[in-house]
């Protein structure tokens, strides 16, 4: 114990720590309203906490106190009192639409498994509560993704950036092989600007439906070709395409099964093509440094590598001319 004439020592501002138990406890409300399925409720008229209590026999204390909650988190809006969607409620949080993401965000909270992240962290078991390159949480794909094949406009404009920057531009007979494709956002915007691109997309087939919603959105399904299935399993043929993308998928993988993928993907080009790899899980990118363990958690190899160890890979697999894009893709070519 200091005594009465010893300086009290300073303590620093708890702001930070305080900031934390704040984001658990929002979280912990936002779950418990999908449970309840809250804005479901509230859009079938049960607009206020005595409607709703009525209707479904629930506390009346809590029931209001959790509209009133999810109001202040700006998931719902309040006139007199009347409850009412937001658009963003309206989006992402109805159970009947295609852009749910309930199921998501429940999901998610358990993405360590309640509290196995430590344990394998002492252990280096991976991954924990599931793993991102199985067929079993096509799902979560699709729902996370939902924004990008149920409004594929959305993406257009970065997309079409994104090819300029890399010097890939469409042409009469360019084709290629997207891998890992998810809705196929890039590949998509490419086939948009000339019709005599031709895709070939590789997925689950639960994603690849997804992908061909977005494709006749765009009016380009017909430029579309699907090889569903397993990409370690999935033959990706010798000589066909002048590019193979692959976007998100890479940091998922361990460097030794990076460099199988990436001599795979090797045999299917042509001489000249390319490869990009895209990921925005990468270390030396703006991929938030504590996102990059969730990239661990879910994989039994993954990780964020930065581009000195994408080039080391690509070069391995047989790439020549690794050159990264802005710290965004990373391109190669086949000799
Ligand atoms: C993060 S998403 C990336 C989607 C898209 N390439 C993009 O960048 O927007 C990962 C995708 O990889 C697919 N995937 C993961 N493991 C796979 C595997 N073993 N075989 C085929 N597809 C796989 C998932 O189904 C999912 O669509």
Not at 101 to 118: F, I, P, T, V
Not at 188 to 212: K, N, Y
Not at 214 to 231: H, I, W, Y
């Amino acid at each position: 114990m200091s005594s009465p004439s010893e300086p009290t020592p300073e303590i620093p501002k708890s702001e930070i720590i305080d900031n934390y138990i704040e984001w658990i406890y929002k979280l912990d409300i936002l779950r418990c309203a999908i449970e309840l399925q809250l804005w479901e409720k509230v859009a079938a008229g049960q607009d206020t906490p005595e409607k709703m209590v009525a209707s479904q026999g629930w506390d009346p204390v809590g029931t209001r106190m959790l509209l009133d909650a999810i109001c202040s988190l700006q998931l719902l809006s309040k006139q007199g009192d009347r409850f009412r969607l937001v658009p963003e409620s309206e989006a992402f949080l109805l159970p009947a639409n295609q852009t749910y993401k309930g199921s998501l965000l429940l999901s998610e909270s358990h993405w360590e498994g309640d509290g196995k992240l430590a344990e394998s962290i002492r252990s280096g078991k991976r991954p924990i509560h599931y793993c991102a390159t199985t067929e079993d949480i096509i799902g979560m794909w699709v729902a996370d993704y939902s924004r990008n094949w149920t409004h594929p406009q959305v993406y257009l404009e970065d997309a079409d950036k994104l090819w300029q920057s890399l010097e890939i531009h469409a042409r009469d007979g360019l084709s290629i092989l997207d891998v890992a494709c998810g809705p196929a956002p890039k590949s998509l915007a490419l086939a948009r600007q000339h019709p005599g691109v031709s895709l070939t997309f590789l997925d689950w087939e639960g994603i690849l439906q997804t992908a061909f919603q977005a494709a006749s959105r765009l009016g380009v399904e017909n430029q579309v070709t699907k090889k569903p299935g397993d990409l370690w399993k999935v033959d990706f043929g010798e000589n066909l395409f002048d590019v193979l993308w692959l976007g998100n998928i890479t940091h998922f993988f361990s460097p030794d099964e990076n460099i199988r993928l990436f001599r795979k993907a090797r045999r299917s080009l042509v001489h000249g093509g390319a490869i990009v790899v895209n990921s925005a899980g990468r270390r030396d990118g703006d991929f938030p440094i504590w996102a990059q363990l969730w990239l661990y958690a879910v994989s039994t190899g993954g990780e964020a590598y930065d581009f000195a160890e994408y080039q080391d890979m690509l070069t391995k697999a047989g790439f020549s001319d690794v050159v990264d894009i802005n710290k965004g893709p990373i391109r190669a070519f086949k000799p």
